[in-house]
């Protein structure tokens, strides 16, 4: 039986991994809220490691927010990731622990990256700024699992999400993400019976979207992968894998089937004087493929199952 700590069960990626987790029969899962557990006090985590017994870490606890909360908060952003980080990843480390996964997030990449980004533009550009602060605690989760693999022969490795929406997603009126943000608004037009809804933008950048449940099973498989599997496939100091559908669509079509799940069949304008951001964030994931992996939601089905867990949830949204 193997003693499995996830770090974050309640987000929305720690969440879906616990429920993979849950299925599986030679699991027991180690769980801790956060008034159990505070993962920004590094004595505490390290009792907690020191007492439990751990055989395998997923780390998807962090500080997480939109462009406005990155922007107005950038102090917390870095300091609480870098903090759960290093207490985890450290406390893992001194009670024994082979296997980690830390969870990552495509912002680690440059601003400019060469599209579709590859592990290997990691560190060869300026990052965004909005975000910068949490995209520097994030890279530095990365080199953590690699220096401690280096010196300590650990295998703590690292998965990098694209855009990710699902069931536990944030669906707050002001700071949700694109997807969340769009079936509120559309489901809120069609309760409202409204004949018109203004997206964000010129609806012509490419964006790339994965259900988390894609996520939470591409975690699973990475962290049990062999050693010599694994190894083949990353570098010592390269040793992030991208997860992602390697698909990519328009804001428009996102919008235009977001509308159709929910069944909105009034007019979608654009409203272009809205930033909209880089063109394009598209996952080069050839290296996850040939680590045997890939998607299988497609985005209308994934946005049918979210809508869904939306609609049977919603009263915990209403503000």
């Not at 909360?69 to 917390?76: H, R």
């Not at 870095?78 to 495509?106: E, R, T």
């Not at 680690?108 to 990691?122: D, G, N, R, V």
């Not at 490419?206 to 992968?225: G, K, T, Y």
């Amino acid at each position: 039986m193997k003693r499995i700590f996830v770090a974050g069960h309640r987000g929305m990626v720690g969440s879906a991994i616990v429920r993979q987790l849950e299925q599986q029969t030679d699991v027991e899962l180690v769980l801790r809220t956060r008034s159990e557990l505070d993962l920004l006090n590094q004595q505490a985590v390290a009792d907690f490691f020191a007492s439990e017994n751990i055989d395998q870490v997923y780390l998807a606890a962090a500080k997480v927010g939109g462009i406005v909360a990155n922007n107005t908060y950038p102090a917390e952003f870095i300091h609480q990731n870098l903090m759960i980080q290093c207490n985890i990843i450290h406390g893992a480390h001194l009670a024994g622990v082979q296997d980690l996964l830390f969870l990552g997030s495509s912002c680690i990449y440059p601003k400019l990256a060469e599209q579709p980004m590859t592990e290997t533009a990691l560190l060869t550009g300026t990052l965004e700024p909005t975000n910068e602060p949490y995209a520097i605690a994030k890279i530095a989760g990365i080199k953590l699992c690699e220096s401690y693999n280096r010196q300590y022969g650990r295998n703590y490795r690292s998965v990098m999400p694209t855009n990710l929406y699902g069931e536990n997603d944030n669906f707050h009126p002001e700071n949700s993400h694109v997807i969340p943000a769009l079936l509120r608004r559309f489901h809120e037009a069609q309760l409202n019976g409204l004949a018109e809804v203004t997206a964000w933008g010129s609806g012509k950048p490419m964006r790339e979207f994965l259900h988390v449940n894609d996520m939470a099973a591409a975690s699973i498989h990475v962290m049990n992968l062999s050693n010599d599997v694994y190894q083949a496939n990353t570098q010592e100091m390269l040793s992030h894998i991208n997860v992602g559908t390697g698909v990519d669509c328009t804001i428009r079509e996102l919008v235009e089937t977001v509308a159709k799940v929910v069944g909105f069949t009034g007019t979608i304008s654009f409203d272009a004087t809205k930033p909209d951001g880089a063109p394009r964030k598209l996952m080069d994931v050839s290296r996850l493929k040939d680590l045997g992996w890939q998607y299988s939601i497609s985005l209308e089905q994934g946005l049918a199952e979210t809508y869904e867990w939306f609609l049977a949830n919603q009263d915990s949204f209403r503000k």
